[in-house]
């Protein structure tokens, strides 16, 4: 009997691999890439007509028709929210996408391609897995800031958060892009039973 058992258990799983294989699309790394930059530039959009909205709204306040201006506002509002969301969507897609290669280390984060709020949240989250996980030490991949205007800002924003955390943080020799994070936290202790 076990042995027919173990045979539909093969057949089964065989069978839900073949169906993910083949009607499961998993996107490409070059459709991701398009999917978060048709994200981030619907947040863009949304954050503009946001604007708008808003200095309408304050027109009618400063008239007087509060009314108006209320309505405005909370279009406003709405756009907001919309843009929040799409900016989720894209730093979603991004972030599995550049973590791909290192899922299941919790180890290793990498922030690229992430805007700097969005990184200090999904660290936060990470450094809060670390602890509970008692992972002592963290590498989190920020880059160069090669593709930033004004020079890097996430590596200085990522030193920054962690200068107050129970940590010590260098960055790597080989790859000035990679922060190494050794925490300083205890493992807890079970408190012995006295006999």
Not at 27 to 38: F, G, M, V
């Amino acid at each position: 009997m076990g042995n027919w058992l173990s045979f539909v258990w093969f057949l089964w799983s065989t069978f839900i691999a073949a169906w993910k294989y083949y009607f499961e699309k998993v996107p490409t790394p070059e459709e991701q890439q398009k999917l978060a930059e048709e994200s981030r530039e619907k947040a863009r959009l949304y954050a503009y007509e946001k604007g708008k909205l808003a200095r309408i709204a304050v027109g009618y306040a400063n008239k007087g028709v509060t009314k108006k201006a209320k309505q405005f506002q909370e279009q406003a509002k709405e756009h907001e929210e919309k843009s929040k969301e799409e900016n989720k969507k894209a730093s979603k897609i991004l972030f599995e996408a550049v973590n791909k290669k290192w899922k299941g280390d919790l180890g290793v984060i990498d922030l690229h391609s992430l805007y700097t709020k969005e990184a200090l949240v999904v660290l936060e989250e990470r450094v809060k897995e670390c602890k509970k996980n008692e992972i002592s030490h963290l590498t989190v991949i920020v880059g160069k800031g090669h593709h930033s205007k004004d020079g890097a800002k996430l590596k200085p924003a990522v030193e920054k958060w962690l200068e107050g955390r129970e940590c010590t943080v260098i960055t790597n020799q080989r790859n000035e892009g990679r922060l190494e994070v050794d925490f300083h936290f205890q493992a807890k202790r079970k408190k012995r039973k006295e006999a």
